[in-house]
């Protein structure tokens, strides 16, 4: 348990890096204080070993462009590690040869300081760009997905956000995520399912989202992949992540749906919200309520701080979206060309000219649109 640590600091937190280890190093304790060198800093009891918090993560201060190294003194035993601004680290300490504690060490930055400062946008932006779409379920491919999976029985008979996530819970509990491995080459729920039960793998965070999208889809709910990502202003952070929009219809309102970490999110009164409102709530301090299965691959339960004041508040900075919302969407093939949006907080200054590029490998062609404006990004369908 971290002692000392400036509360003005949130932290980076990599699930995709940090848990899809298998075989973790191990130290030994019989006693629960640990001694702490950090860099030059030695932290006499820094710390309290805490089997009942998993992971309990250690936040250090990178040094940009230098290895600093921390390293943890039990009573009995040491572990050292050489941590960098994009390390992260996971471990298992054994206290009296009965209890584990899984601990991690992860460099800290501030996270929530950078969101509030990109909290701004542009509302009176008024550019021409394309409208969003959405495949309608009469399509051949999606009513092939809900038949081959009996998707109708899988929602179940209840009102609409039930059903939403009915179908959240299923996909997270059928597919496991793996942020080690690209996902298929054929990039659609049905084949991506498929792979993943006869190799017994994974997917990725994106792969999660666009298989659950298309699930969606299938029974005529609107829905969006968005992908979430970071300002990184010191181009260390490859991290991302990849979560869906569903859009409710009574509500006449988008709430947020995580497939790859079983989560969703409400306000005080219990409602479900959105992407939006969540980024919102978050800069402008309100209450927000995590759902209590949020987990990854039920090994690891999520909590409020970690995933949405930490993990999602760093990735909140910059959001991207298709512009067709469809079934395969994006298995490469050459001739095909891909249309996203990206909304960019005025804090940027980033450039809203379209971008276009080609991939010479799959002759695939990338067009991004830009805008400062959310009610074109957010517009219902």
């Given amino acids: ?39 030059n800093n030695f932290k006499k009891n820094g710390w309290t070993i805490a089997p009942e918090i998993k992971p309990d993560i250690y936040f250090t201060k ?9 390293t943890f003194y039990t009573d009995i035993d040491s572990i050292s590690f050489d941590v960098k601004t994009n390390s992260h680290f996971l471990f298992n300490i054994v206290l009296n040869n009965k209890d584990t504690a899984l601990t991690g060490i992860m460099p800290s930055y501030d996270t929530l300081g950078i969101l509030k400062r990109a909290g701004k946008y542009n509302y009176s932006e008024k550019r021409d760009l394309p409208a969003f779409t959405y495949q309608s379920a009469d399509n051949p491919n999606l009513q092939a997905l809900k038949k081959a999976f009996n998707l109708d029985s899988i929602a179940g008979g209840g009102n609409e956000a039930s ?30 399912i498929a792979v993943c039960k006869k190799d017994q793998r994974g997917l990725n965070c994106r792969g999660l989202a666009m298989t659950l999208n298309e699930c969606y889809l299938s029974l005529g709910i609107k829905s969006r992949y968005v992908t979430c990502m970071p300002k990184d202003s010191l181009g260390v952070d ?31 009164k219990g409602e ?23 987990n990854w691959n039920h090994k690891v339960s999520y909590t409020k701080g970690y995933y949405l004041y930490s993990y999602m508040a760093k ?34 200054k980033k450039s809203l ?24 990004f957010w517009q219902v369908p």
């Fill in 1 to 39: 348990m971290i002692k000392q640590l400036s509360i003005s600091l949130t932290f980076m937190l990599s699930a995709q890096l940090l848990f899809a280890q298998k075989e973790l190093p191990v130290i030994r304790a019989t006693g629960k204080s640990v001694n702490i060198r950090d860099g």
């Fill in 62 to 70: 990178p040094i940009p462009g230098k290895t600093k190294k921390v």
């Fill in 163 to 192: 059903k939403i996530l009915n179908l959240l819970h299923w996909i997270h509990n059928l597919v496991p995520h793996d942020g080690n491995h690209g996902n298929p080459a054929s990039m659609n729920a049905m084949d991506m």
């Fill in 238 to 268: 490859n991290d991302c992540h990849v979560i869906n929009m569903v859009y409710l219809t009574q509500q006449k309102k988008w709430i947020w749906i995580d497939p790859t970490n079983d989560a969703y999110v409400m306000n005080e």
């Fill in 272 to 294: 479900l919200l959105g992407i939006e409102e969540v980024r919102a709530r978050i800069v402008n301090n309100k209450p927000l309520i995590l759902n209590p299965e949020a």
């Fill in 315 to 348: 990735n909140l900075y910059l959001l991207e979206t298709p512009l067709n919302s469809q079934f395969d969407l994006e298995t490469r093939q050459a001739g095909k060309t891909i249309n996203s949006v990206q909304l960019i907080p005025l804090d940027s």
């Fill in 353 to 376: 000219d379209k971008s276009v590029s080609t991939n010479n490998t799959t002759k695939v062609t990338w067009v991004t649109y830009k805008t400062n404006n959310p009610d074109y």
